[in-house]
């Protein structure tokens, strides 16, 4: 490293045209600044307006006569009242529907007809073979069976050939 050499460097200066855009943009934020705050001291004025305006109408009774002395009524001091007692409990959330009144004989007459026929006995399931596990006992139907052949001389049938998601799957590239 050079003697000195990059501690006494000066700084670059900027071009003129840069100094003189700062120089006039610092003026128009000065210029604004006043302005905002002229507003804001109109603002404040106004509002304190509105309220002297909203205090006179206060004091002018029903009768549109105007009382300057005027205080808004005093609360009626006496003896302090008794707290009220806690209310009751409040009434539960259900509520009974009774069914219509019907006589007896249109009510016998409305079972009569609700009352379905009686159904006739399910044929009892053939007994169990005898010393044989659980799951040898469960015998499917073999017209149901999934690939069962459809006749005695038929070969099984292959599935269809896998296809992709998208179609047909396309050979790998060579």
């Known amino acids: 490293m050079a ?11 900027a071009p003129k045209y840069i100094n003189d855009f700062s120089k006039a943009l610092a003026g128009e934020v000065k ?12 603002k404040r004025a106004l509002q304190f307006e509105i309220a002297e305006l909203m205090s006179i109408k206060a004091k002018h009774s029903a009768d549109g006569v105007y009382t300057p002395n005027w205080r808004p009524p005093a609360a ?11 209310p009751g409990p409040a009434p539960g959330g259900w509520r009974t529907v009774h069914p219509p009144h019907v006589p007896r004989r249109r009510q016998q007459q409305q079972l009569a ?6 159904a006739p006995p399910a044929p009892a399931p053939p007994p169990p073979a005898p010393n044989l596990p659980a799951w ?6 073999p017209l149901l069976a999934p690939g069962a052949p459809a006749g005695p001389n038929m070969p099984p049938m292959a599935p269809p050939p896998r296809s992709g ?3 047909p799957k396309t050979p790998p590239p060579k």
């Open 3 to 13: 003697s000195g050499q990059g501690r006494n460097q000066q700084q670059p200066v």
């Open 31 to 42: 210029i604004l600044l006043a302005e905002v705050g002229k507003l804001r001291d109109e």
């Open 76 to 86: 009626i001091e006496g003896p302090p009242a008794e707290p009220a007692p806690p």
């Open 113 to 118: 007809l609700r009352a379905p026929a009686p």
């Open 136 to 141: 040898a006992q469960w015998r499917p139907n």
């Open 165 to 167: 998601l998208f179609g």
